[in-house]
């Protein structure tokens, strides 16, 4: 399948973060290799770039996309080990470093990878197909329980009990193999007024599931210290986030490396020792223009960040 891409806030982001045409840059989530494909066309001679993918098959595209190119270095990984791996590439540090925390459009479109509720297909959900957990034993051996609270905390779907309900009778009869049966098993459960109106009715559901699947938040969690730990001083880093709880642990993040005390408010003095690490360039996100959603409506929730170190 040709792996075909459109990059949400393409040169905002890369524009946002890329300042010095020397400099060594990090893309996190090559994906399509839109992002990196600008990111290199700022670089000279001496510049550098890095793309992390776990998704091998966005690692094959880009080697044919990129040719030879000897000022990139393609590494088939998750970007939770970002600082590890650079360390062991003595790349460090570099200037500026950029996520697109979105699925890509080949994991979405490409029918066996299991992403879609709008395509019949084994319900998988793995960004790296050699991860031990997909969608199909999330749906079938999780309790109602552990279930509703999966779509409400991280689908934010207000039927996740209806829901949960439903595909737990629905597998009494028979397990839930693909994505098909799972979209059924959710329309069943939500009011026929509210399958009417507003989104997909199993799009919030879909997001949770492939969220726990790939620990999706808990590596975000995870990398954004390290992400700042990287950048040399003046080194920015860019986040484009889809959801509200991506976004939230961004923002969250970004504010605590302004330095601002987090003791409790009891406390007479400050114990937390905060100090101010990087400031926010962003004092509201970045949005799409109604062009870019117009053209590309997968881009509507997008929102971008960018802090820089000091």
């Not at 597998?171 to 839930?176: A, I, N, Q």
């Not at 504010?255 to 020792?273: A, F, V």
Request: aromatic fraction near 6%; charged fraction near 30%.
């Amino acid at each position: 399948m040709e792996f075909h891409h459109v990059t949400v806030l393409l040169k905002e982001t890369v524009d946002s973060v890329v300042t010095d045409p020397a400099g060594r840059y990090v893309d996190c989530t090559l994906g399509g290799a839109g992002h990196s494909q600008r990111i290199l066309s700022k670089l000279g001679p001496s510049g550098k770039l890095i793309c992390f993918d776990q998704d091998g098959q966005a690692i094959r595209h880009a080697e044919e996309v990129f040719g030879q190119d000897e000022r990139v270095t393609l590494i088939n990984r998750n970007f939770e080990s970002l600082e590890e791996t650079l360390r062991e590439l003595d790349l460090l540090p570099v200037n500026g470093i950029i996520f697109d925390l979105g699925v890509s459009s080949p994991q979405l479109d490409e029918a066996e990878r299991g992403f879609s509720y709008m395509q019949d297909a084994p319900l998988d959900m793995r960004m790296d197909p050699s991860g031990i957990l997909n969608a199909r034993e999330i749906v079938n051996s999780w309790t109602e329980e552990e279930l509703a609270q999966l779509i409400w905390d991280y689908g934010e779907e207000k039927w996740s009990k209806r829901i949960a309900q439903f595909i737990v009778q629905n597998r009494k009869e028979r397990p839930l193999e693909t994505t098909g049966d799972l979209v059924q098993a959710i329309k069943a459960a939500v009011p026929a007024a509210v399958r009417r109106s507003g989104p997909h009715p199993a799009k919030r559901t879909f997001q949770a599931i492939r969220i726990v699947v790939n620990d999706e938040l808990g590596v975000l969690d995870r990398v954004l210290d390290q992400a700042l730990s990287c950048l040399d001083q003046g080194g920015r880093v860019g986040i484009i986030t889809f959801h509200s709880l991506e976004d939230r642990i961004v923002k969250d993040r970004m504010k605590s490396w302004l330095g601002r005390c987090t003791c409790p408010p009891e406390l007479p003095i400050c114990r937390c020792d905060a100090k101010m690490i990087a400031k926010v360039l962003t004092r509201k996100p970045i949005l799409p223009s109604e062009e870019e959603v117009e053209q590309n409506p997968r881009s509507r929730s997008a929102k971008l960040r960018v802090a820089e170190k000091i």
